[in-house]
């Protein structure tokens, strides 16, 4: 764990005086969890692609201004939240739409796993995002608090909220398809 840290440092460092094989690196490593995060939330493949994209602009733009004071993931990501802020608000603006209308896709899907990840998608904004993080990526909640700058309290009770709300969902689905057998 530490020989990690220690290489990441140094992919930092690296990435600061512009080398961009070390950029490289850092974009292999986390391009895969930040694309899943930005999928499920813009639910746009095209969208989560420029998200990423973005993402990875202002890293390299920014990356002198990183001070080591969170983990470089919780960095990484938050530069990620915030893009797909604006895209999600671009969207909003420029499309007029609701953003519930965008993803009925899947419901005459009888499978559990569809109806999960719907389920994912109808929870409020901020509850999904710190649920995604928190259950779907693997993050503590303390980081996903540094990440979406709440307090662990919020953190703790979307994440609470958002449980609660899946299970009621879920529970639901299960009678309508014993009902239907």
Known sequence: MIQELDNERKLIEECKKGNINAFEAIYRHFQQPLYSYAM???????????AIQMTFLKLYRGIKKFKYNAKFST????????????????R????????????????????????????IK???????????????????????????????????????QAKQKLRTQLSDYFDEVQDDM
């Open 40 to 50: 499920r939330v813009l639910e746009q493949r095209e969208d989560a692609e420029d």
């Open 92 to 119: 909003k603006y420029h499309e007029s739409e609701d953003l519930h209308a965008l993803k009925i896709t899947n419901d005459q899907s009888n499978d559990m796993h569809l109806h999960l990840d719907k389920s």
């Open 75 to 90: 960095y990484l990501f938050r530069i990620l939240i915030n893009v797909c802020y604006d895209i999600i608000a671009k």
């Open 122 to 160: 109808n929870l409020p904004q901020r509850m999904r995002e710190c649920f995604i993080l928190y259950a779907v990526e693997g993050f503590p909640q303390g980081e996903i608090a540094n990440m979406m700058q709440l307090s662990i309290g919020s953190v703790k009770a979307h994440v609470f």
